[in-house]
């Protein structure tokens, strides 16, 4: 077996891209996506128009992950025609480049040390710092993880997270947010001067559908049942990659739509990787041949969706249920404050995981 290091020198071996295919990768995309709306928009059966829409949210998962890709400099890098292409679909489709780059960028840094910032991620407390938080911060940390934020991923991830909080936060470093919401709306308004249907089938089912699917992947793709996280003081890059990060088993339909994304241990060895050679890397290097797995069956989604709380303890995910018996000890044990209130074991802490 190699050594962390001797492994991401292995890896760089499957970080070149074959331009060429890349090129057919985003085009033979844009091909599939221009064909899936053509078909939504058109005048025929409702139902197959339905099922065209639904493909084209698909087929933008496989767009988004394109995107994502070029972002890390894995494919493309230094086209000039790929540059404004990817900007204008990040900032059309509450992309903004700002915004995911930073989070994005600050993820694969700290991804899965305990008590980060959960900047980009879903946040995560420790059964400890959940029984020490107040009533509110318990409310606000359940609704963050609660599985409707991932169904209504176009308006809590990507319209709110993505878009209008950082614009917000930072109307200078984060221009680029606010043209994404003018240009997306703009977008939208003008389907709608087209007909309803055509904005309905058109653009709106397309960004739900990919929006859920891709925020549901972000989750799944750091929280699962075998995931393993460290502290800060025992962290290391390879040890994240290889014990925080699922391989998401997917068929080969699957596996098209969601650009090999489920292969996302070996992403995170080595984000150079274009997506196109993941499976290659994974079949390649043995240390990346046993990690940890989920899947898109209803049973795996329900069990990595019931992850809650991680327990140092247990050294693992767990619900909500095993944290009552950590809040019931907490609340024996707390020190009284002068005006009667249970002293906090500690400040809330969070950390990063998609």
Same mark, same amino acid.
């Not at 043209?179 to 309803?196: D, E, K, N, Q, R």
């Given at each position: 077996?190699? !050594?962390?290091? +001797?492994?991401?020198?292995?890896?760089?071996?499957?970080?070149?891209?074959?331009?060429?295919?890349?090129?057919?990768?985003?085009?033979?995309?844009?091909?599939?996506?221009?064909?899936?709306?053509?078909?939504?928009?058109?005048?025929?059966?409702?139902?197959?128009?339905?099922?065209?829409?639904?493909?084209?949210?698909?087929?933008?998962?496989?767009?988004?992950?394109?995107?994502?890709?070029?972002?890390?400099?894995?494919?493309?890098?230094?086209?000039?025609?790929?540059?404004?292409?990817?900007?204008?679909?990040?900032?059309?489709?509450?992309?903004?480049?700002?915004?995911?780059?930073?989070?994005?960028?600050?993820? @694969?840094?700290?991804?899965?040390? !305990?008590?980060?910032?959960?900047?980009?991620?879903?946040?995560?407390?420790?059964?400890?710092? *959940?029984?020490?938080? $107040?009533?509110?911060?318990?409310?606000?940390?359940?609704?963050?993880?609660?599985?409707?934020?991932?169904?209504?991923?176009?308006?809590?991830?990507?319209?709110?997270?993505?878009?209008?909080?950082?614009?917000?936060?930072?109307?200078?470093?984060?221009?680029?947010?606010?043209?994404?919401?003018?240009? @997306?709306?703009?977008?939208?308004?003008?389907?709608?001067?087209?007909?309803?249907?055509?904005?309905?089938?058109?653009?709106?089912?397309?960004?739900?559908?990919?929006?859920?699917?891709?925020? *549901?992947?972000? *989750?799944?793709?750091?929280?699962?049942?075998?995931?393993?996280?460290?502290?800060?003081?025992?962290?290391?890059?390879? +040890?994240?990659?290889?014990?925080?990060?699922?391989?998401?088993?997917?068929?080969?339909?699957?596996?098209?739509?969601?650009?090999?994304?489920?292969?996302? @241990?070996?992403?995170?060895?080595?984000?150079?990787?274009?997506?196109?050679?993941?499976? +290659?890397?994974?079949?390649?290097?043995?240390?990346?041949?046993?990690?940890? $797995?989920?899947?898109?069956?209803?049973?795996?989604?329900?069990?990595?969706?019931?992850?809650?709380?991680?327990?140092? +303890?247990?050294?693992?995910?767990?619900?909500?249920?095993?944290?009552?018996?950590?809040?019931?000890?907490?609340?024996?044990?707390?020190?009284?404050?002068?005006?009667?209130?249970?002293?906090?074991?500690?400040?809330?802490?969070?950390?990063? $995981?998609?």
């Amino acid at each position: 077996m190699r !050594t962390a290091k +001797e492994l991401l020198i292995a890896s760089k071996a499957f970080a070149g891209e074959y331009r060429w295919l890349s090129w057919w990768h985003l085009g033979s995309t844009l091909a599939a996506l221009a064909i899936m709306v053509a078909v939504a928009v058109s005048d025929i059966h409702w139902g197959l128009r339905s099922l065209a829409s639904i493909g084209a949210g698909l087929v933008g998962v496989r767009l988004f992950i394109i995107y994502h890709d070029f972002q890390h400099g894995a494919i493309l890098r230094d086209s000039w025609l790929a540059s404004c292409m990817m900007y204008l679909y990040g900032i059309s489709m509450l992309n903004p480049p700002s915004a995911w780059n930073r989070s994005h960028d600050h993820h @694969h840094k700290h991804n899965s040390k !305990t008590f980060g910032a959960s900047i980009g991620s879903f946040p995560i407390m420790t059964t400890e710092t *959940y029984a020490a938080a $107040t009533p509110s911060e318990r409310f606000a940390y359940r609704a963050a993880r609660h599985p409707l934020i991932m169904v209504l991923g176009y308006f809590t991830v990507f319209l709110w997270g993505m878009s209008l909080r950082p614009f917000l936060q930072g109307p200078k470093r984060h221009f680029d947010g606010g043209v994404s919401l003018v240009i @997306h709306f703009g977008l939208m308004l003008y389907l709608a001067t087209l007909g309803l249907d055509i904005l309905l089938f058109g653009m709106v089912i397309p960004a739900l559908v990919a929006s859920a699917l891709g925020a *549901y992947l972000f *989750y799944a793709q750091h929280n699962y049942p075998a995931a393993r996280l460290k502290p800060r003081s025992e962290w290391s890059h390879v +040890e994240a990659a290889l014990h925080s990060s699922s391989y998401i088993k997917m068929g080969a339909v699957m596996n098209w739509f969601s650009g090999n994304i489920g292969y996302h @241990h070996v992403h995170h060895l080595n984000h150079r990787i274009p997506f196109y050679r993941l499976p +290659e890397a994974m079949a390649s290097l043995k240390e990346l041949q046993s990690p940890g $797995t989920t899947s898109l069956y209803p049973a795996d989604v329900v069990a990595c969706l019931r992850l809650k709380l991680w327990s140092p +303890e247990e050294d693992q995910f767990v619900g909500f249920d095993a944290a009552e018996l950590t809040a019931d000890r907490h609340d024996r044990t707390a020190v009284p404050e002068p005006h009667g209130r249970p002293a906090k074991a500690g400040k809330q802490s969070t950390y990063k $995981t998609a």
